[in-house]
């Protein structure tokens, strides 16, 4: 028999008895009166900023704004955007904005998955990341999102929250650890 | 890999020779507990979410088989292949198997506890591949030649001293710079070049949808990201327990796992992974290894549903005290305590009296696993299995008997009340309540029975 076949017996000889699966939107979440100040609050802890775009401002502005001396820009959020060859030749980027789909209030997590974007690898390689967010796609909890998210990029999809991370020496938080050293959160 | 041959007390009383550093570990991770209980308190539907993991999990359990064969049609109908291993031999034989098919020379990998637990670096590299951790702490483990001693905070009994002279001889840093932000910025610079030069990925699995038939990874760092957008070739390896049944199930699970691992509210990347990048490969193995055995205990089946956040362990306060370094099986902590017993009771036994049976991890864990309940029972089976050191069971024969005979009990206690208040200090020198930090208990006048019948007089009367 193979691997699989032997596992899958012995599994089937051991269920344990078990519950039925329960209703995931029996339990009451939490929700925020104003889930883009919980948001905003959240994000500049963990190494981000969450700025609401003001009326006839443009996020390329607010970019320039926030860093003037910045080095390669890639825009993924214009049709047409720029085209890598490779994965890797994303790796001299220094700001990226990409379109976000949706925020969450309780953990300062933007989706994205980008149906028009072929290496994801921008993400993380780019020096700092800009997710650009329409201002209703705003929700309280995880549960929430689940439930209007789709894996709409190459297989690919996922939330990123604040900055790359890390507090393996000692415990002493550093920003920057693979991926992005500060994130942008600009709601449209 | 670690040394099946460690012995729980002996190796906790040589960690604690360094008061400082033991003092330090201590607080750093009681802290990190401390920040999880802040995380906590601000849902006030914290108790429901866990009960939510807890029948989640329970009920997957009940049918992991059907589970697992909707989670690979799923996945072979993204192009995933998906490879069964029996054990961590076979595991390392499909991962080898795969790389040198395409003449792999160089794989970076994101933090694995499965790849831990199988011994996968030594044998990829026995077979010219060149293996390179790429979570921070997992690299300075790996760099140390030392087994992580924490699930999530691998590097946690260093101090950056010790980073800092690894750094400067591994990576070539400034003698002496201990800064924490300049030391982990040196390792980002080192590790992208091997991110750009690698020729696959290999990560763990957080989560397996059965429904997707995709996988979900969560670090802080990145790492598993451009360790996957990168190279052509992503493998990841999922020990079967990972699954769950759809997508919406997630709602539950991203709230309570870096809560409850590191008191954030999420993870900085939760990254859903259902095909390779454009032009690459991706390959699923499911491992079994013991899990199906464990599955069929009824003592022991429930530690299963553990999502690896290492809350046990931040809480315990016997793991606090004695670092990972001082278990023998791979996982440290309450639940590496009964998943190492469950595996070899020969070679685990002392890791389940690593214990105080406070039930502190019980109650922190986000999936209600009933790890000290678990313990106790464990315990019986390193008496059973003949693991005890002849003193401890001596001890504990002594102690059954006595228990055994009630009146036997009263009247030793009674001795022993009166007799220790006057036992000479050059006695009691070298008893194990000599030590620092240890002090023998005052007497009480009367025993608990004692004080037990008088207030039932008392009430009565």
Redesign the interface.
């Known amino acids: 028999m ?3 076949a ?3 017996a ?13 209703d ?1 939107d029996a ?4 929700t925020f009166d104003d889930k883009f100040d919980a948001f905003r609050t ?1 994000v500049r802890n ?1 190494g981000g900023d969450a700025v609401q775009l003001a009326d006839g401002d443009s996020v390329l502005s607010v970019v320039q704004q926030r860093w003037p001396q910045h080095g390669r820009l890639v825009d993924l959020t214009v049709a047409g955007h720029e085209e890598s060859p490779s ?2 030749a994303w ?1 001299d980027v220094d700001v990226a904005i990409v379109p976000g789909e949706l925020a969450v209030a ?4 933007v989706w994205v ?1 980008h149906a028009d974007n ?4 921008i ?3 780019t020096q700092k990341l800009v997710l650009v967010v329409p201002r209703d796609a705003i929700v309280d ?7 209007r998210i789709a ?1 709409r990029e ?19 938080l ?1 920003m ?5 050293m500060a994130a942008l959160v600009i709601f449209v | 890999m670690k040394n099946d041959n460690i012995h729980h007390a002996e190796a906790a009383a040589a960690f604690l020779q360094d008061r400082e550093q033991a003092r330090w570990h201590d607080s ?1 991770i009681w ?2 507990r401390q920040k999880r209980d802040m995380q906590a308190k ?4 914290w108790e ?2 866990r ?2 993991a807890q ?2 999990k ?8 059907d589970y ?2 909707q989670f690979q049609a799923n996945a072979e109908k ?1 192009g995933v292949t998906v490879h ?3 054990d961590a031999d ?1 595991h390392n034989r499909i991962v080898q198997g795969i790389l040198a098919a395409e003449g792999v020379k160089k794989l970076v990998k994101s933090k694995s506890m499965l790849t831990e637990e199988c011994g996968l670096n030594p044998y990829l590299e026995q077979h010219g591949i060149e293996v390179i951790d ?4 997992e690299r ?1 483990v790996q760099l140390r030649q030392e087994p992580p001693s924490h699930i999530v ?4 009994h ?3 001293e010790q ?1 800092s002279e690894l750094f400067h001889r591994e990576l070539g840093t400034e003698a002496g710079n201990n800064d ?2 300049y ?3 040196a390792a ?1 610079a080192n ?2 070049e091997h ?2 030069t690698a020729d696959a990925g290999l990560t763990g699995v957080n989560f397996a949808i059965a429904e ?1 038939g ?1 996988v979900v990874v969560c670090t ?4 598993a ?2 360790g996957t ?2 190279p052509p070739i992503h493998i990841a390896s999922m020990g ?1 327990e990972k699954i769950i ?1 759809r ?6 699970f ?2 309570l796992l870096a809560r409850s691992a ?1 008191g ?15 032009g690459g490969q991706m390959h699923i193995v ?1 491992v ?1 290894n013991g899990r ?2 464990i ?2 205990n ?1 003592d022991f ?1 429930q530690s299963l549903r553990c999502i690896r956040c290492g809350a046990c362990m931040n809480t315990c306060p016997v793991y606090r005290r004695s670092t990972g370094h001082s278990y023998s099986y791979i996982i440290p902590g309450p639940i590496g305590s009964t998943l190492g017993p469950s595996r070899d009771i020969k070679k685990h036994g002392s890791m389940a009296f690593a214990c105080t049976t406070c039930g502190s991890c019980s109650n922190v864990c986000p999936v209600k696993i009933n790890l000290h309940e678990q313990l106790v029972l464990q315990r019986k089976r390193a008496f059973d299995a003949g693991t005890l050191k002849p003193a401890k069971k001596m001890g504990l024969l002594a102690m059954r008997f006595l228990t055994q005979h009630p009146s036997l009990m009263d009247s030793g206690g009674k001795v022993m009340r009166k007799v220790v208040p006057i036992v000479p200090e050059s006695l009691t020198r070298h008893s194990a309540w000599s030590r620092p930090g240890r002090a023998l208990p005052e007497m009480p006048e009367q025993s608990f029975k004692e004080m037990w019948q008088a207030r039932q007089k008392d009430k009565k009367a």
């Open positions: 193979s691997s699989q032997n596992i899958l012995r599994l089937r000889q051991n269920r344990p008895q078990g519950p039925a699966l329960p995931i339990v009451p979440f939490i959240l963990l994965p890797h790796h309780e953990s300062a997590a998955s072929q290496w994801r690898s993400y993380f390689l909890t995880m549960r929430d999102a689940y439930r894996i190459q297989g690919f999809g996922g939330f990123i929250s604040g900055s790359s991370r890390t507090a393996d020496i000692e415990q002493s550093v920057g650890a693979h991926g992005a | 750093a802290w990190v601000q849902l006030p539907e429901q979410l009960a939510l029948q989640i329970a009920h997957t359990l009940s049918r992991l088989d697992l064969l993204n069964w291993a029996a076979e790429t979570d921070l702490g300075i905070m691998p590097a946690i260093l101090k950056k980073i924490p932000t030391l982990t910025h980002r590790l992208r991110f750009l997707t995709g802080n760092e990145g790492n990201d451009l957008a990168l079967l049944p997508l919406e199930h997630l709602g539950v991203t709230r590191i954030s509210p999420i993870t900085t990347y939760t990254s859903h992974f259902h095909r390779a990048r454009p499911i079994d199906s055995d599955l069929g009824d089946y």
